[in-house]
């Protein structure tokens, strides 16, 4: 038997995780952490029997706590209720789903606790890569990628050394706005942008996926999990999603990972490695796919790939200010107080103005965006 717990329950990662924990008798959840949908977690709870679970306000804890008095469950709240659950005895795997930095701390307490990491949560590479990665090394923690792109990568370096890896091939829908023009996006709405072609996922990284922020955020990701130069990971633009990415090697060879987009599947794999399980689902058909295309990113038009790339290569500080900037930013949008390009034009002036630190602390990274947090809403005047 094998025990997770699952920071982010309610949103799409966790919710598919918990589908995968439905299909697997062997798979049992020991703790769940949710933001504030307190309806969804009592729910889960009384279905999966956790034996720890955490909201994280104290209000929703609460109201929580008043709902399911009549279990065994132990309810906690805030940063400290997920350390509890990062480090909880009767678990063997961190499932980290919970969106934004707020993942950093427990994914290093779950760390130094023994416990590997099916890693959701791009915030913590993105920002904290050079404290997570040396330290999983020095546990013996198993860092598993979860998003469908990097568990590609991972699957296609099975077996592989790594130091005969030529260049990692980091493949993108294109989003909702393929091949249009800065002018075509003028005046893009939420609801255009929540429209993704191939993939159901939440509201935050639909939009990051339509402005290739989300893929700006793979590219510094893929850097830290697989030890490979920004130079060396090329982003292509793949309409189909069948392919979810690729490794090439010296000799030229293509390992690539194909499969239809169900976020189950990397789930699966991650909760399971190095063992493959059945899974129900449709299946890719070559005959029905007929053809599958490949273009270059346009990154004049979607100049957050491009802007991904300098705060990569700037490196320090910098990948937590766009990261913090492009939360802000798709946030306000969401709200309808900015327009649809200027998230990105958010995200370059928030880069502009900062002052970047070597090698941020845990503490200097979220200094950082706190930091970006307030110059966007000086700017904005919120």
């Known amino acids: 038997m094998k025990k997770i717990a699952i920071l982010g329950s309610t949103g799409s990662i966790g919710t598919q995780t918990l589908e995968v924990v439905r299909s697997n008798p062997d798979l049992q959840v020991a703790a769940l952490a949710a933001g504030s949908n307190v309806e969804k977690m009592e729910e889960q709870i009384r279905e999966f029997h956790p034996v720890l679970a955490a909201m994280w306000t104290e209000e929703a804890a609460k109201d929580l706590q008043a709902r399911v008095a009549d279990t065994e469950v132990k309810v906690v709240s805030g940063m400290e209720g997920l350390l509890e659950i990062a480090v909880l005895a009767e678990s063997q795997v961190l499932v980290t789903a919970i969106v934004g930095m707020i993942g950093i701390k427990p994914t290093i307490a779950a760390i130094q606790a023994g416990k590997d990491i099916a890693l959701a949560n791009k915030e913590t590479l993105v920002t904290a890569g050079h404290i997570i990665m040396p330290l999983a090394k020095q546990h013996g923690a198993a860092i598993l990628p979860v998003d469908s792109e990097h568990s590609a990568i991972f699957q296609s370096m099975n077996g592989e050394p790594k130091d005969k890896i030529e260049k990692i091939l980091l493949t993108a829908s294109g989003g909702p706005f393929r091949g249009r023009s800065r002018e075509q996006l003028q ?5 255009d942008a929540l429209k993704h072609p191939n993939w159901a996922m939440g509201r935050k990284i639909t939009i990051d996926s339509s402005t290739l922020v989300n893929k700006g955020l793979e590219v510094m990701e893929a850097k830290w999990l697989f030890g490979v130069d920004l130079d060396r990971i090329q982003v292509v633009v793949h309409p189909q999603s069948i392919i979810h990415s690729a490794v090439q090697y010296v000799d030229g060879a ?9 976020m189950k599947l990397p789930i699966q794999y991650a909760l399971f490695y190095p063992d493959r399980r059945p899974m129900a689902g449709k299946r890719v058909d070559l005959f029905d796919l007929a053809q599958i295309t490949f273009e270059k990113p346009d990154t004049d038009t979607f100049t957050g790939l491009a802007l991904a790339y300098e705060a990569a290569k700037t490196g320090g500080s910098m ?4 990261n913090a900037a492009n939360e802000r930013a798709v946030a306000l949008f969401l709200d309808r107080k900015i327009s649809y390009l200027q998230i990105t034009e958010l995200i370059g002036k928030a880069m502009e103005q900062h002052k970047v630190t070597a090698a941020p602390t845990v503490e200097q990274i979220l200094e950082a965006e706190a930091e970006t947090y ?5 700017r904005m005047k919120l």
């Open 187 to 191: 005046n893009i709405q939420v609801e």
């Open 254 to 262: 293509i390992m690539a990972q194909l499969g239809t987009p169900d």
């Open 319 to 322: 990948p937590t200010v766009y």
């Open 374 to 378: 307030e110059y966007i809403s000086g």
